[in-house]
Protein backbone atom coordinates (compact mmCIF):
# COMPACT_ATOMS: atom_id res chain seq x y z
CA UNK A 1 0.00 0.00 0.00
CA UNK A 2 0.75 3.20 -0.83
CA UNK A 3 3.00 5.47 2.05
CA UNK A 4 4.03 9.05 2.46
CA UNK A 5 5.50 9.90 6.19
CA UNK A 6 6.02 12.97 7.96
CA UNK A 7 8.95 12.68 10.64
CA UNK A 8 6.44 14.87 12.96
CA UNK A 9 3.16 14.83 13.85
CA UNK A 10 3.28 18.14 16.12
CA UNK A 11 6.22 20.68 16.46
CA UNK A 12 6.57 23.68 18.26
CA UNK A 13 9.01 26.45 17.52
CA UNK A 14 10.16 29.81 18.24
CA UNK A 15 10.82 32.66 16.07
CA UNK A 16 13.52 32.98 14.45
CA UNK A 17 14.56 28.92 14.38
CA UNK A 18 15.30 26.86 11.47
CA UNK A 19 12.86 24.43 10.95
CA UNK A 20 13.16 20.93 9.31
CA UNK A 21 10.07 19.10 8.04
CA UNK A 22 10.90 15.50 6.65
CA UNK A 23 8.95 13.74 4.66
CA UNK A 24 9.44 10.36 3.12
CA UNK A 25 7.36 8.23 0.20
CA UNK A 26 8.12 4.46 -0.27
CA UNK A 27 5.79 4.06 -3.68
CA UNK A 28 9.38 4.97 -6.07
CA UNK A 29 7.20 7.83 -7.09
CA UNK A 30 9.05 10.88 -9.19
CA UNK A 31 6.59 13.79 -7.94
CA UNK A 32 6.81 15.39 -4.52
CA UNK A 33 4.98 18.19 -3.16
CA UNK A 34 4.47 20.03 -0.25
CA UNK A 35 1.48 22.05 1.47
CA UNK A 36 -0.07 24.34 3.72
CA UNK A 37 -3.62 24.20 4.78
CA UNK A 38 -5.15 26.99 6.80
CA UNK A 39 -8.96 27.58 7.77
CA UNK A 40 -10.51 29.19 4.99
CA UNK A 41 -8.03 29.19 2.27
CA UNK A 42 -8.01 25.17 1.17
CA UNK A 43 -4.53 23.91 0.34
CA UNK A 44 -1.86 26.14 -0.91
CA UNK A 45 0.84 24.37 -2.86
CA UNK A 46 4.50 25.58 -1.30
CA UNK A 47 7.09 23.74 -3.17
CA UNK A 48 7.30 20.92 -5.24
CA UNK A 49 10.13 18.50 -7.62
CA UNK A 50 9.87 16.57 -10.41
CA UNK A 51 13.46 14.56 -9.70
CA UNK A 52 15.94 14.54 -7.69
CA UNK A 53 17.66 18.00 -6.91
CA UNK A 54 14.76 19.44 -8.66
CA UNK A 55 12.83 21.82 -7.25
CA UNK A 56 9.90 24.47 -8.60
CA UNK A 57 8.07 26.86 -6.67
CA UNK A 58 4.28 26.95 -6.15
CA UNK A 59 1.97 29.64 -5.25
CA UNK A 60 3.51 30.77 -1.78
CA UNK A 61 7.10 30.04 -1.42
CA UNK A 62 7.83 32.83 0.39
CA UNK A 63 10.59 32.39 3.70
CA UNK A 64 10.70 28.77 2.43
CA UNK A 65 13.40 26.25 0.73
CA UNK A 66 13.33 22.56 -0.01
CA UNK A 67 15.49 19.96 -0.68
CA UNK A 68 15.71 16.44 -2.27
CA UNK A 69 18.81 14.56 -2.19
CA UNK A 70 17.56 11.21 -2.72
CA UNK A 71 14.16 10.32 -4.62
CA UNK A 72 12.25 8.82 -1.07
CA UNK A 73 12.85 11.71 0.62
CA UNK A 74 11.72 15.58 0.06
CA UNK A 75 12.21 18.15 3.67
CA UNK A 76 10.51 21.53 3.54
CA UNK A 77 13.13 24.17 5.32
CA UNK A 78 11.99 27.04 7.16
CA UNK A 79 14.69 29.44 7.12
CA UNK A 80 13.93 31.45 9.67
CA UNK A 81 10.42 30.77 11.52
CA UNK A 82 7.80 33.45 11.90
CA UNK A 83 4.24 33.37 13.57
CA UNK A 84 2.59 33.65 10.25
CA UNK A 85 4.13 30.17 9.32
CA UNK A 86 2.08 28.45 11.98
CA UNK A 87 0.08 25.86 9.95
CA UNK A 88 -0.63 22.28 9.05
CA UNK A 89 1.86 21.03 6.69
CA UNK A 90 1.00 18.01 4.42
CA UNK A 91 3.43 16.26 1.92
CA UNK A 92 2.03 14.29 -0.78
CA UNK A 93 3.85 12.38 -3.84
CA UNK A 94 2.50 11.23 -7.63
CA UNK A 95 3.63 9.36 -10.09
CA UNK A 96 5.26 10.47 -13.22
CA UNK A 97 3.10 10.79 -16.05
CA UNK A 98 0.76 14.07 -15.69
CA UNK A 99 -2.52 15.27 -14.06
CA UNK A 100 -4.27 12.04 -13.99
CA UNK A 101 -1.91 10.41 -11.33
CA UNK A 102 -3.23 11.01 -7.98
CA UNK A 103 -1.66 12.58 -5.33
CA UNK A 104 -0.99 10.81 -1.95
CA UNK A 105 -0.42 12.40 1.03
CA UNK A 106 0.99 11.90 4.20
CA UNK A 107 -0.46 12.62 7.90
CA UNK A 108 0.43 15.79 8.13
CA UNK A 109 2.77 18.25 10.35
CA UNK A 110 0.86 20.32 12.85
CA UNK A 111 3.82 23.11 13.00
CA UNK A 112 3.23 26.18 15.74
CA UNK A 113 5.83 29.08 16.00
CA UNK A 114 5.83 30.84 19.23
CA UNK B 1 -7.03 35.38 -6.57
CA UNK B 2 -9.09 31.74 -5.62
CA UNK B 3 -8.87 30.30 -8.66
CA UNK B 4 -10.80 27.15 -7.75
CA UNK B 5 -14.02 28.08 -5.43
CA UNK B 6 -15.86 25.84 -2.87
CA UNK B 7 -18.81 28.59 -1.56
CA UNK B 8 -20.12 26.17 0.89
CA UNK B 9 -17.90 25.72 3.79
CA UNK B 10 -20.39 23.32 5.66
CA UNK B 11 -23.02 21.25 4.39
CA UNK B 12 -25.14 18.63 6.71
CA UNK B 13 -27.15 15.81 4.92
CA UNK B 14 -29.38 12.85 6.71
CA UNK B 15 -28.10 9.98 6.31
CA UNK B 16 -29.45 8.12 3.42
CA UNK B 17 -30.28 11.49 1.18
CA UNK B 18 -28.04 12.69 -1.52
CA UNK B 19 -25.18 14.78 -0.62
CA UNK B 20 -24.17 17.83 -3.38
CA UNK B 21 -21.21 20.10 -3.08
CA UNK B 22 -20.28 22.20 -5.69
CA UNK B 23 -17.09 23.80 -6.67
CA UNK B 24 -16.65 26.93 -9.13
CA UNK B 25 -13.71 27.82 -11.09
CA UNK B 26 -12.11 30.69 -13.44
CA UNK B 27 -9.23 29.29 -14.86
CA UNK B 28 -10.67 28.21 -18.38
CA UNK B 29 -7.42 26.22 -18.96
CA UNK B 30 -8.16 23.93 -15.81
CA UNK B 31 -8.70 20.52 -17.88
CA UNK B 32 -8.37 17.59 -15.37
CA UNK B 33 -10.63 17.72 -12.03
CA UNK B 34 -10.75 15.83 -8.87
CA UNK B 35 -11.87 15.36 -5.64
CA UNK B 36 -10.07 14.51 -2.16
CA UNK B 37 -11.76 13.38 0.62
CA UNK B 38 -9.92 14.51 4.53
CA UNK B 39 -10.37 12.76 7.65
CA UNK B 40 -9.42 15.09 10.94
CA UNK B 41 -5.75 14.54 11.81
CA UNK B 42 -5.17 12.49 8.84
CA UNK B 43 -4.09 13.59 4.63
CA UNK B 44 -6.84 14.04 2.22
CA UNK B 45 -7.06 11.00 -0.06
CA UNK B 46 -8.09 10.86 -3.70
CA UNK B 47 -11.38 9.91 -3.88
CA UNK B 48 -12.60 10.34 -7.94
CA UNK B 49 -11.27 12.57 -11.05
CA UNK B 50 -12.77 13.74 -14.20
CA UNK B 51 -11.62 14.90 -17.26
CA UNK B 52 -12.71 17.74 -19.41
CA UNK B 53 -13.70 15.45 -22.37
CA UNK B 54 -15.93 14.18 -20.12
CA UNK B 55 -19.05 15.61 -17.81
CA UNK B 56 -20.16 12.74 -15.38
CA UNK B 57 -18.21 10.35 -14.31
CA UNK B 58 -19.56 7.48 -11.64
CA UNK B 59 -17.56 5.51 -9.05
CA UNK B 60 -20.09 3.71 -6.93
CA UNK B 61 -21.90 5.81 -4.41
CA UNK B 62 -19.72 8.66 -5.87
CA UNK B 63 -20.77 11.33 -9.38
CA UNK B 64 -18.70 13.89 -10.18
CA UNK B 65 -20.52 16.15 -12.95
CA UNK B 66 -18.72 18.74 -15.40
CA UNK B 67 -20.32 21.60 -16.88
CA UNK B 68 -17.21 23.28 -18.74
CA UNK B 69 -19.90 26.11 -19.96
CA UNK B 70 -20.30 27.14 -16.40
CA UNK B 71 -16.81 26.16 -15.27
CA UNK B 72 -18.94 24.52 -12.41
CA UNK B 73 -18.33 20.61 -10.75
CA UNK B 74 -20.35 18.68 -8.44
CA UNK B 75 -20.10 15.69 -6.18
CA UNK B 76 -23.19 13.66 -5.45
CA UNK B 77 -22.75 10.81 -2.85
CA UNK B 78 -25.88 8.75 -2.55
CA UNK B 79 -27.18 7.28 -0.62
CA UNK B 80 -25.10 9.49 2.27
CA UNK B 81 -22.93 7.29 5.09
CA UNK B 82 -22.30 8.57 8.55
CA UNK B 83 -18.49 7.66 7.33
CA UNK B 84 -18.57 10.09 4.58
CA UNK B 85 -18.29 13.07 7.37
CA UNK B 86 -15.04 14.43 6.29
CA UNK B 87 -13.87 17.91 4.63
CA UNK B 88 -13.98 17.32 0.69
CA UNK B 89 -11.32 19.40 -1.55
CA UNK B 90 -11.97 19.53 -5.23
CA UNK B 91 -8.85 20.48 -6.94
CA UNK B 92 -7.95 21.57 -10.46
CA UNK B 93 -4.94 21.26 -12.93
CA UNK B 94 -4.19 22.65 -15.97
CA UNK B 95 -2.46 19.54 -17.66
CA UNK B 96 0.80 19.20 -15.63
CA UNK B 97 1.18 17.58 -12.42
CA UNK B 98 0.46 20.63 -10.32
CA UNK B 99 -2.92 20.92 -8.56
CA UNK B 100 -4.97 24.01 -7.40
CA UNK B 101 -7.15 23.31 -4.65
CA UNK B 102 -10.27 24.85 -3.11
CA UNK B 103 -10.80 25.99 -0.04
CA UNK B 104 -12.86 22.93 1.03
CA UNK B 105 -16.53 21.94 2.52
CA UNK B 106 -16.90 20.44 6.08
CA UNK B 107 -19.70 17.21 5.31
CA UNK B 108 -21.59 16.54 8.33
CA UNK B 109 -24.28 13.38 7.90
CA UNK B 110 -27.32 13.30 10.73
CA UNK B 111 -27.98 9.78 11.67
Known amino acids: DVKVTQSSRYLVKRTGEKVFLECVQD?????MFWYRQDPGLGLRLIYF???????EKGDIPEGYSVSREKKERFSLILESASTNQTSMYLC?????????????FGDGTRLSIL | DQQVKQNSPSLSVQEGRISILNCDYT??????FLWYKKYPAEGPTFLIS?????DKNEDGRFTVFLNKSAKHLSLHIVPSQPGDSAVYFC??????????FGTGTRLTIIP
Open chain 1, 92 to 104: ASSEKGGYNQPQH
Open chain 1, 27 to 31: MDHEN
Open chain 1, 49 to 55: SYDVKMK
Open chain 2, 27 to 32: NSMFDY
Open chain 2, 50 to 54: ISSIK
Open chain 2, 91 to 100: AASTGNEKLT
